[in-house]
């Protein structure tokens, strides 16, 4: 059976590792960004059997077109990643209600419109694996960080409510919550005084969490899994 998966946010950070990881394993891929351009460049990396493709996850019919497409070139989506994110740190007094718009539709938001999408085409083919990516601070919150914790604290409740919604049509939902990881996102911390924080006195790789995402994907006896066993004893 051809594997098929559609990566939103696959173009850079986690998600250009998991989309890295899954070509390696013969996945056929749909790297899904904002930014087309940078999507395509991505995609010039992975070889031959995957496709670009420009998306605003917050909007629903896009989302359904986007998907769509995807199986028409590619085939029937058997996997889905939600790796799309948006931060905008900063103090809750101090952040505007279009920033805490922008986080929710693209964090909390975005990502139910895609699993919707997503189990629709799953449904028709009887089985799928679908792995959101959260974030440690959505577990025990952080300061300046208020809006972008609470729409990754949603997340945890939306995976695992979907998890038990699904999970008689053959179709698992998991999540992994990294902690702090070398990404575009975390260029700005001051690492050295957080890495006092982390057990493992680093921050991790998005390859690191890649190969968590993968082996969810690919688990089939593990559906509603909390984040919490993976990153906030492991990697973070």
Request: glycine share 10%.
């Amino acid at each position: 059976m051809t594997k098929v998966c559609a990566i939103f946010g696959g173009s850079r950070g986690i998600g250009k590792a998991v989309a890295q990881l899954l070509t390696w394993k013969g996945y056929h891929l749909a790297i899904i960004a904002r930014n087309l351009e940078v999507a395509q460049t991505t995609v010039s990396h992975l070889g031959a059997g995957h496709m670009a493709l420009s998306c605003d996850v917050s909007m629903e019919q896009e989302v359904q077109n986007t998907l769509e497409e995807v199986e028409k070139n590619l085939g029937h989506v058997n996997y889905l990643v939600n790796a799309a994110g948006v931060n905008r740190d900063g103090l809750l007094l101090r952040t505007t209600s279009e920033d805490m718009v922008s986080q929710i539709n693209t964090n909390l938001l975005g990502t139910m419109l895609t699993c919707k999408a997503a189990v629709k085409c799953m449904l028709k083919h009887q089985g799928g694996a679908i792995v959101n990516i959260g974030s440690v601070v959505g577990l025990k919150g952080n300061s300046g960080q208020s809006v972008y914790s609470a729409s990754k604290a949603g997340l945890v409740g939306f995976s695992r409510s979907l998890a038990k919604e699904v999970a008689r049509r053959k179709i698992r939902v998991n999540m992994v919550a990294p902690g702090f990881v070398h990404t575009e996102m975390t260029a700005h911390l001051k690492e050295d005084q957080l890495k006092k924080t982390i057990p493992l006195g680093r921050f991790g790789e998005p390859h690191e969490i890649a190969q968590a995402v993968v082996f969810l994907l690919e688990s089939p006896y593990i559906t509603g899994l909390h984040s919490k066993t993976w990153c906030c004893i492991i990697l973070r």
